[in-house]
């Protein structure tokens, strides 16, 4: 079957025109720079805002739906600054052919970002159709109201509407760097609770993830991976794989194999016979998974300054205090295995895809496939959620690898759980010292803090991080990974979240970029705020006790950060921490506290436990957690996002560890790679700190640290004996006993 990728696309969705604009600008590790008002150098205000027909308003940004909720937190910022209600909004999804080019979604930036620019174009959008209307009225733009996208002059009906003003044409404007955008005290939309837009698909079975795409004449494909990372593929015997029943093509290019068959059994049965007939040189060049300290601390790595603050009235220090803390690598454990749908056809190269980043995506397999970039065309398609880099874009590269030997037919290529868990990029393995120098009244007035981390990005971001891309690296003529690299601050990598937010007089903060990497390694939710956080805060717990504090007011009295105070003053009075037990009898209370990034969602975890004395298990009972995100968009969707958060970090902290030997990765399913199940997450309490005076600040990845935290504080608090290593495992309480 002979198809064109216009055919298929008018088969998978409406065909849509819009004006593009060159890319966004340069990525700077997770951050995208050049911003402009959250633009991103996107001006046209047709790129972002469409008046469609049949009464609707067609809103695309670059960022995507993750299962986060941005989605319909961008379309209530559209339908309030419009003054139109809800039902008329429609989120297009990330499409390099239309949307406009916000590179990745990441690093709890898109209500921050985009909602920056929705808010902005929509009241341009509004002042030019307002314009408009008082034109064809004759009257003054300022007496004219908008009701559901209604115009009314002092009140009455006019019988113009955006639809009619517009009449199909395009705005052709740019979006200014200010606009006349609503006073919240006059908002209606924003700030409610709507209900989310995507979850009604989801819970009626519609075709609602890329998984449900079905095509025209789509076969299927597996890749046959390597029993181990790096291992090469020294031969292979392809006959009777080729001859089995269904097969249409083996695809083999250096130690990348695969193969492709009408139906998804034959592909799987075609692969499983590649599988045993390959032969594979396999390294053993591994380090030891319980010994990962030592190895971060011995390998090869690149000293970079941090932070570093001294003053000379800081006072004496009488006492010194160390801590060391360490965390494993840790897997994005996506509950669907990463997919990709390609089409190759004469006029280009189509993919769908659930990976966070259409333009650098549509970039780096341009690069890996031989493709001018103007023939390479990505379409976002949700999957289960990972908030970080999975091996969505991995599978994408695999499925267009095989779309080039195989063109003409859509190929659906799907990754196993075995391969998800081998295969992905991990959160990197971190090991974190910390020393702190106590003044007479057990104040803080020295902090030292050296970390030791591998990369935590490796993206395939555009043509210049082709070589991330699995494929890249397996086929005949390799394409070498690009050099580490360390992500500066105020964002940071592995350092991020390592500067205290406590006003320390002395403080100096180093890290150790590690540049050997045995593992994939990349951006996993959170990077290294996560482990630092959990450092920070558990290290700020044992100084109270040194100093024979209250763990709320020793923290308080070395803050100065009014937002900062005010979260932590409500957490303690809605925990009720006045009637917190004695401890030491398995019952445990403890709290974490951080400024994610140190720039954007404040937040204060409190979380009660017990601990079974005959065998160390560590059962949650409740979490209490108070949040300030400056304007509250969605309280409702707040709410999950912080709740997902904290089960997510729970999951992380108590059971979560990538494990391997010198050779191969060992956790490979569920079994070897236990997570958090529905009876074991606690009950959970959120208080929100509304600022509708203050912008809008990123909230997805702010959980996680302080959650980390107040856990194995609550273990401190229950038993006396500190845990330092993540996860907190049971054996792990049971031998510290």
């Known amino acids: ?314 006072g004496k220090v009488v006492k010194t205090v160390t801590g060391s803390f360490n965390r494993a690598f840790q897997a994005h454990a996506s509950i669907s295995p990463s997919a990709a749908v390609a089409l190759k056809t004469e006029e280009g190269l189509t993919i769908w895809s659930h990976g966070q980043g259409m333009y650098p995506l549509r970039g780096a397999i341009a690069q890996v496939v031989g493709l001018d970039q103007s023939l390479v065309h990505c379409i976002y398609m949700e999957a289960a959620g990972c908030y970080g880099h999975n091996g969505a874009d991995d599978a994408a590269c695999d499925a267009a690898a095989i779309a080039m030997q195989y063109p003409g037919r859509p190929i659906r290529l799907q990754w196993s759980r075995a391969d998800e868990f081998g295969w992905e990029p991990y959160g990197s393995a971190m090991a974190i010292d910390i020393k702190a120098g106590l003044n007479s009244a057990g104040h803080i007035v020295d902090w030292q803090c050296d970390l030791w981390s591998c990369p935590h990005t490796t993206r395939p971001a555009g043509a210049n991080g082709a070589g991330n891309l699995i494929q890249a690296q397996h086929r005949e003529n390799p394409i070498a990974p690009p050099p580490a690299r360390s992500i500066p601050q105020p964002a940071g990598g592995g350092d991020r979240n390592s500067v205290p937010l406590y006003d320390f007089a002395n403080i100096k903060v180093n890290k150790h970029l590690v540049t050997e990497m045995p593992l994939r390694v990349s951006a996993m939710r959170g990077l290294g705020a996560y482990a630092n956080i959990f450092a920070i805060e558990s290290f700020m717990d044992e100084l109270a006790v040194h100093s024979a504090s209250d763990p709320f007011e020793y923290r308080i009295a070395q803050l100065s950060d009014p937002r900062a105070i005010a979260v932590l003053n409500k957490l303690r009075d809605v925990s009720a921490w006045s009637q917190r037990p004695p401890g030491g009898d398995g019952n445990g209370w403890g709290i974490g506290f951080a400024r994610f990034k140190n720039l954007t969602a404040y937040v204060g975890v409190l979380m009660q436990l017990r601990i079974e004395q005959t065998n160390g298990t560590i059962a949650l009972q409740k979490a209490f957690a108070v949040i300030d995100a400056g304007l509250i968009v969605n309280p409702d969707g707040t709410r999950a996002q912080i709740e997902g958060g904290i089960i997510q970090s729970a999951s992380w902290t108590l059971k979560e560890r990538v494990q391997f030997t010198q050779s191969e990765i060992q956790t490979r399913n569920w079994a070897s790679y236990p997570i958090l199940g529905f009876a074991e997450v606690p009950d959970i309490h959120i208080e929100i700190i509304n600022r509708p005076d203050q912008p809008p600040l990123g909230l997805g990845e702010a959980a996680q640290g302080p959650t980390a935290a107040a856990i194995g504080n609550a273990v401190f608090h229950a038993t006396g004996r500190r845990l330092r290593d993540l996860p907190l495992q049971q054996e792990k309480v049971t031998l510290s006993r």
């Open 1 to 314: 079957m002979k198809t064109t990728r216009r055919q298929f696309l008018h088969s998978s969705g409406a065909l849509l025109v819009y004006f593009v604009l060159p890319a966004a600008g340069v990525i700077t590790g997770e951050i995208v720079a050049a911003q402009r008002t959250g633009r991103g150098g996107n001006d046209a205000l047709d790129t972002w805002i469409r008046v469609e027909a049949g009464g609707k308003v067609r809103i695309s940004v670059g960022k995507v739906e993750l299962g986060q909720g941005i989605g319909t937190a961008l379309a209530q910022i559209a339908a309030e600054e419009l003054d139109v209600e809800m039902a008329r909004i429609q989120m297009a999804t990330v499409d390099t052919a239309h949307s406009p080019d916000e590179s990745y979604t990441f690093s709890s930036i898109s209500i921050m970002h985009s909602g920056s620019a929705i808010r902005t174009a929509a009241a341009e959008a509004k002042r030019i159709l307002l314009d408009l209307a008082a034109a064809s009225l004759n009257v003054s733009s300022q007496l004219l109201t908008v009701e559901d996208g209604h115009i009314l002059n002092a009140g009455r009906a006019t019988g113009l509407d955006y639809w009619i003003l517009l009449e199909g044409r395009n705005f052709n404007a740019a979006v200014p760097d200010e606009g006349q955008t609503k006073s919240p005290q006059h908002y209606r939309i924003v700030g409610q609770s709507v209900p989310r837009l995507d979850i009604p698909g989801k819970v009626f079975g519609e075709a609602a993830f890329l998984v449900d795409l079905r095509l025209p004449g789509m076969v299927h494909a597996r890749v046959v991976r390597p029993p181990a990372h790096r291992a090469r593929l020294l031969s292979i015997d392809t006959k009777i794989a080729s001859s089995m029943q269904g097969v249409l093509k083996v695809v083999r290019d250096g130690s990348f194999l695969a193969v492709v068959a009408e139906r998804e059994r034959q592909a799987d049965l075609a692969a499983d016979q590649l599988r045993q007939s390959a032969r594979w040189q396999l390294p053993r060049d591994l380090p030891d998974s319980d010994q990962l300290r030592r190895w971060l601390k011995s390998t090869k790595s690149e000293l970079y300054p941090v932070f570093e603050r001294h003053s000379e009235l800081a």
